[in-house]
């Protein structure tokens, strides 16, 4: 019902959002399917956990468009367990499937204080795979709101001013390999922001992405 609302009010874009929108398979093939079907580009962000050969063959069987892998780092780090290494098994086949099914793999990758290294292995990797990349400055929390119960306060992964300059510069790199032609999410004036984002700065930006969204729970 969601589904055909959304394509009365000329909506064609679906994305599923979680936690981990594969702990519902099935729901999220009958989605995939149905949306397909209506003429809907569905986007499926998953940190691949989940994933096995025979489900992403269903996946692109039901007409899946985009699957945005949440990868951090290439082997786990404390406060980070999105590894690459620990889907690695399950990238190489959807990697290898793009081309039979014609959906798009892209990783999505957050810069923390921890991975820094990490993001341009990972670019890397992306790129000798023939898959786009889409990149995060990781945000501390909010100061108006009580932390205090957070148990993983002193996993805090936010980047702290003495990484700044490494980010720095991280980020110039991120610029070239844009330039060079490697496929990002990220334009090159969205990764000059992210530096004085990463800083706390206001910034003008005009991208009008999400302006237009709607959230619907499957409850």
Not at 14 to 19: D, T
Not at 31 to 55: H, Q
Not at 172 to 179: A, E, F, H, S
Request: with cysteine; glycine share 8%; aromatic share 8%.
């Amino acid at each position: 019902e969601s589904i055909d609302w959304l394509k009365s009010l000329g909506c064609r874009v679906i994305a599923i959002m979680g936690g981990e929108p594969l702990v519902r398979k099935d729901l999220i093939l009958d989605i995939v399917r149905y949306g397909r079907e209506k003429g809907f580009f569905v986007y499926l962000p998953t940190n691949g956990f989940l994933l096995t050969e025979a489900l992403i063959d269903a996946l692109g069987e039901a007409g899946v468009a985009t699957i945005n892998l949440a990868v951090d780092c290439v082997s786990p780090k404390p406060g980070l367990p999105k590894a690459l290494m620990a889907v690695e098994t399950q990238f190489r086949y959807l990697a290898k499937q793009q081309g039979k099914y014609g959906y798009i793999v892209f990783f999505n990758i957050n810069i923390t204080s921890r991975n820094i290294k990490d993001v341009r292995m990972l670019t890397e990797i992306a790129h000798d795979n023939r898959i786009a990349t889409d990149y995060h400055i990781n945000e501390p929390p909010l100061e108006s709101n009580d932390i205090s119960h957070f148990t993983h306060r002193r996993e805090v992964l936010c980047i702290n001013p003495e990484q700044y300059g490494e980010v720095d510069e991280l980020l110039d790199w991120l610029i070239q390999k844009n330039r060079r032609g490697y496929p990002m999410v990220n334009s090159v004036a969205h990764l000059r922001l992210m530096k004085d984002w990463m800083r706390g700065k206001d910034i003008d930006w005009h991208c009008r992405a999400g302006r237009n969204g709607m959230m619907i729970r499957p409850d």
